[in-house]
């Protein structure tokens, strides 16, 4: 013991000399670090670089001196320059004799090179031969470098070495040699498939060490295919009880713990085994209690022990005992200082809470801590933990918190994730679609270039469909609401591109449906839009379609607008864009404004955004003139697999023809519909036997009824209005050339179906006769609706169903039942709501409240700090008089949290120090030295020189 | 599996860097940089790094006087143990280099790859034990003196300095 410690104090002090370089790498070393900028820094390197190029090609260097240039080069690629032209001379190295200069050789081949590299192949052969070397240091190196450099083809070339070498009598090229046919297996498992037998022998292995390494290709297996390794959960759990009996030699011994990470290894193989596994995991919970016992909480190790053990009992068969001893020890993490246990804490509750929901209700008021604190790491990993605990009772103010957050987030990508975790979450449970289309405001104003475009369409889909389960009235309202609140939004700068698009569409369609607004202004602000957005095609496509869907409506509507002359400027401008799309829409909007009040209203309906879009893959809307030419002559119609001529050529060519033969009958086609739809569609559709599949049948027939609802025609129609409602209006050839024909009548009635379908009860009235009658029923809804967002605010702050189950009212667990039910309306629209009179007879709290028009204003005064105060009144007493005790502990929590806290980082460091015992002096001979070399490495930094432990 | 190693000093620049699974070498300045500036954020000593090394990829670091020591691991690591095992590290050095500073760790580089490697191979933990670590390199050390009795190098700086 005594000779290794000199030896080792030679290596550090002595032999090598200080820091066993040489002076031109001091120099080197000095000169960057007093380089005052990068600029310097890179010249100061390249200059470096230009003299190592000429050395190393050098004939006349000795050896030696080769490998002290080459760990300059790997110092100067280190610091991020170019250094490939030494490539080869590190290549060349490995071949040397001498084991210094062979050693590095292949630490700077590993670092320079990957397996995809080209020289790795002038490596392969040395590394070949080296496995065989008689001096293990040799073998331990290419064991090394075969690690890094041997990819999946070179896997042949060193495999039978490595597995001889799993025998060698030196536990550290045992060792090696495992993890070497452990990276062989994860770069390719079926070339080393065979051999996995070797892994099982190693584990019984003499040397703790070996066995330790050999859990690592253990557990990378075991996790690929757990069920043939259920032999050895007996194996495993003799080792780990072995080792935590402290069994193992002391040499394994980390901070009084008996080899840790052994046991840590062990725990995490366990978990995976007794995934599921009554009987596996019965066998470890004796190992696993007497682990917890043993635990111990003051070392950072002992920690990391514990944890695992919970992440081991979470995932193995529930058992009562353990799963008590899990949620103690996880307490206990809430509960402590460090940001790093409570970070770990958070964790494992996540982990707990999927076998058991309740164990978080206990530890609400810490995770509420963690959600407050300032570290960002803890911070996020409350959100994930929130994330996974969201129902619908508490998804209000688990988005909103995360939309508070998402708000102040640089980090694009941590942004986008949250973002979609939102849309995610708001899309589930989602108690309201009033919520719903709020969140989502708020989701695009904030992220709105970060999330996917189909959210955009989803919430543009709900604003024109409605609640489903309400009246048309709310509808109307709720769109009127949005329509304020996009005006108000809209002038701001940097709205995001799918924001603005939302914003377009929604003031086009409903911008003047409740008379608040005249036409010419909500033109006026289409027109800013477009304006200000002179890049952004899809929004200007978005803003011209709006602007020509209100003239319409207005000129339907009787009334005389007249054309604001920059308006018309803008349409001059896109009617000579480059973008076709615009000038297309620009002309509709031009052949519109010429058209009179009878023709306008068939070309565009009012709210027709939410007809389906019939599909008629048969186009039997030709068969009236199929049946003529037939009459005329014609010859039938031959499908193409079925023709001769064209089954000989090849596949392409085969393809090619069908596309031009196609193109020949569409435009056959096209050529005379308008004349043969005015004729006679519809008396000679029924007519004409078409070999249709059943429900395509059933579909066209019944757009044609106008049936009240159907679960076939909703679900398919859903993905088409989706996309469809846009593309509907900018289709010149299709609304223009059959205005009067019978097409868009049916058109028409489909739509009073779609909205009686919507409406559930009412007819197809027009919009301003209904918002009256129906508006106090609304605002009745709406505030039962704040009452329950109060309730659920002050049930969901204390994270747990606690106040739920005893105060549970009637009217709240069936509005969460409707609730529910609620977040995919638009598919299960037959479903009825809750019966209106039940929501009226709990009418005491609901008179007490103000009644709101305004949803947007509503939510946002639930979002703000004025939040506390409906929680307070509207709650049953219980909780009120919980709350404030609530609010005092959390404070003090913070505050202990952050004072003890600051301490905390240091401790580690500490024991370390106490137990190096007496080294000033070396301390200060290394400081003398230092000084007198007068290197510094980092610049003027005062304290350089101060140990890193000291 | 642990996906990178780093020692950078206080003001960003690397000390060491080991990677463990493929980066392009162009990337390796962009990830010390990436790595470098996500630190101060953070309290704790884990910080989420999926923006830089892909999904799932944590680090932990320590702060050592001068020094940050950083591991890039994947989720199938402890995050506390891996603390642990920096620990592990900074004492071998320590060990070796007794009271090691950032000198030792800018000059000897190729010997904390040394360490490294008796530590961690191809990304897996290999050994824990810092005795045992340092037994294996003191073993190395001893056989390339053996190999290699001449030494071109000065007896010791201020030598060389003098001149």
Same mark, same amino acid.
């Given at each position: ?82 250094? #490939? ?459 011209? #379609? ?331 007493? #219980? ?22 806290? #600051? ?48 | ?163």
């Amino acid at each position: 013991m005594e000779q290794l410690r000199t030896i080792g104090r030679e290596l550090a002090m002595g032999s090598q000399g200080g820091w066993g370089q040489s002076k031109e790498f001091l120099d080197l070393v000095k000169s960057i670090g007093e380089a005052r900028s990068k600029a310097e820094e890179d010249r100061i390197i390249s200059r470096e670089l230009d003299h190592l190029k000429r050395r190393l090609a050098d004939p006349d260097v000795p050896r030696r001196k080769m490998k002290e240039l080459l760990l300059r080069l790997v110092y100067a690629e280190m610091l991020g320059h170019d250094a #490939s032209f030494g490539h080869i001379h590190a290549v060349k190295m490995t071949h040397d004799e001498s084991l210094p200069l062979k050693r590095t050789g292949y630490l700077a081949v590993s670092l320079f090179l990957d397996e995809r590299h080209d020289l790795v192949i002038l490596v392969v052969n040395t590394i070949q031969k080296d496995l065989r070397s008689d001096n293990y240091l040799v073998v331990c190196a290419a064991l090394t470098a075969a690690c890094r450099l041997i990819g999946e083809e070179a896997i042949p070339a060193v495999l039978p070495q490595v597995v001889e070498l799993l025998a060698h009598p030196k536990e550290a090229v045992r060792k090696k040699a495992v993890m070497a046919l452990h990276r062989f297996y994860q770069r390719s498992p079926s070339s080393v498939s065979h051999l996995v037998s070797n892994f099982r022998k190693r584990l019984c292995d003499n040397d703790p060490g070996v066995m330790g390494a050999t859990l690592c290709p253990l557990y990378d297996l075991i996790l690929e295919d757990p069920n043939s390794y259920k032999d050895l959960v007996v194996s495993f759990v003799n080792i780990l009880k072995q080792v935590a009996e402290r069994r193992l030699p002391t040499s394994y011994d980390y901070h009084q713990m008996p080899a840790p990470f052994i046991q840590i290894k062990l725990l995490k193989i366990l978990a995976v085994l007794g995934s599921g596994d009554k009987q596996a995991s019965g066998n470890m919970y004796m190992v696993l209690g007497d682990i917890f016992r043993k635990g111990d909480t003051a070392s950072n190790i002992g920690n990391a022990i514990l944890y695992e053990c919970i992440c081991c009992i979470s995932s193995i068969f529930p058992n009562a005992k353990m799963l008590d001893a899990a949620a103690e020890t996880t307490s206990k993490f809430l509960k402590s200082d460090s940001h790093n246990l409570k970070y770990m804490g958070i964790d494992a509750l996540g982990r707990l809470i999927k076998i058991n929901p309740d164990i978080a209700e206990e530890h609400q008021l810490a995770v509420i801590d963690c959600l407050e604190d300032p570290d960002d790491t803890l911070k996020r990993k409350t959100f994930e933990l929130l994330y996974k605990m969201t129902k619908s009772t508490n998804v209000e103010v688990i988005v909103d918190r995360m939309i508070e957050y998402m708000i102040n987030i640089t980090d694009h990508h941590y942004k986008t994730e949250i973002a979609s975790r939102c849309v995610e979450l708001a899309e589930q449970f989602a108690p309201s679609n009033q919520w719903f289309i709020q969140t989502m405001n708020k989701v695009f104003e904030h992220a709105g270039d970060l999330v996917n475009i189909r959210v955009a369409h989803n919430l543009m889909r709900l604003i024109a469909e409605g609640f489903g389960e309400e009246d048309e009235g709310a509808d109307s309202q709720l769109r009127s609401s949005a329509v304020d609140s996009y005006l108000r939004i809209v002038g701001e700068p940097k709205l995001p591109s799918s924001f603005l698009q939302i914003i377009c569409w929604v003031l086009g369609e409903y911008g003047t449906a409740d008379g608040k607004y005249s036409a010419s202004y909500i033109i006026g602000k289409l027109y800013d839009v477009a304006e200000a957005h002179p890049t952004d095609d899809t929004v200007r496509a978005y803003a011209i #379609s709006a602007i020509l869907k209100i003239f319409a409506f207005e000129i339907a509507l009787g009334r005389k607008i007249d054309m604001l002359p920059e308006c018309q400027s803008l349409i001059d401008e896109l009617s000579a864009s480059h973008s076709t799309d615009l000038q297309q829409r620009a002309y509709e909007l031009q052949a519109l404004l010429g058209l009179d009040k009878q023709a306008v209203e068939n070309v565009m309906p009012a709210d027709a955004s939410c007809e389906d879009i019939e599909i008629d893959r048969n186009l039997s809307f030709l068969n009236g003139y199929v049946q003529q030419a037939f009459e005329n002559g014609a010859a039938p119609y031959i499908p193409e697999s079925e023709r001769s001529g064209v089954v000989s050529v090849g596949n392409y060519k085969a393809q090619d023809q069908q596309e031009t033969s196609a193109h020949a009958l569409r435009f056959k086609a096209y050529e005379l519909p308008p004349a043969a739809s005015q004729a006679s569609i519809s008396p000679t559709t029924d007519l004409v036997p078409v070999p249709e599949p059943s429900y395509y049948k059933e579909d066209h027939q019944m757009s044609r009824s106008q049936p009240s609802g159907d679960s076939l025609s909703g679900e398919f129609g859903l993905k088409l209005r989706l996309d469809g409602v846009q593309k509907k209006w900018g289709r010149p050839a299709y609304s223009s050339s059959s205005t009067p024909s019978s097409s868009t009548s049916s058109q028409q009635a489909t739509n009073g179906g779609v909205s009686s379908e919507v409406g559930g009860s009412t007819s197809s009235q027009a919009r301003e006769s209904t918002y009256g009658s129906k508006r106090q029923q609304a605002t009745e809804v709406s505030a039962e609706k704040q009452r329950l967002a109060a309730s659920l605010f002050g049930k969901a702050d204390r994270k747990a169903q606690a106040g739920r189950k005893t105060a549970k009212e009637s009217s709240s667990t069936e509005k969460v039942a409707t609730a529910n039910a609620t977040p995919q309306p638009a598919k299960e629209q037959v479903i009825p709501s809750a019966p209106p009179p039940d929501l009226l007879d709990l009418g005491e709290p609901v008179s007490s409240s103000p009644p709101l028009a305004d949803p947007f204003t509503q939510l946002e005064g639930l979002l703000g700090p004025a939040s506390a105060s409906p929680v307070v009144s509207e709650t049953p007493a #219980s909780s009120t008089s919980k709350t404030p005790d609530l609010i005092s502990i959390f404070s003090d929590d913070v505050q202990t949290g952050v004072t003890s806290g #600051s301490t905390e980082p240091s401790l580690g460091v500490n024991v370390v120090a106490a137990k190096k015992g007496p080294s000033l002096q070396d301390a200060l001979q290394k400081d003398a030295a230092a000084r007198q070399v007068g290197v510094t490495p980092t610049g003027n930094n005062p304290i350089l020189f101060k140990d890193l432990l000291g | 599996m642990i996906q990178a190693v780093m020692v950078m000093s206080t003001q960003g620049k690397p000390r060491l860097l080991k990677f463990y699974s493929y980066q392009p070498p162009e990337k390796h300045q962009d990830l010390v940089r990436g790595v470098f500036q996500c630190m101060p954020d953070s309290v704790s000593n884990f910080v989420k790094v999926d923006a830089i090394f892909g999904p799932g990829a944590k680090l932990v670091y320590k702060h050592l006087a001068t020094l940050y020591f950083v591991f890039v691991f994947d989720s199938s690591e402890n995050e506390l143990a891996v603390l642990d095992l920096v620990q592990v590290f900074v004492e071998t050095l320590d060990r070796c280099f007794k009271n090691v500073c950032e000198l030792d760790i800018v000059f000897n580089f190729n010997k904390l790859h040394t360490i490294l490697d008796e530590m961690i191979l191809g990304g897996q933990v290999i050994e824990t034990s810092s005795e045992q670590i340092m037994r294996s390199v003191e073993e190395i050390a001893r056989l390339e003196k053996q190999s290699n009795t001449t030494s071109l190098i000065p007896k010791s700086i201020s030598e060389r300095f003098s001149r």
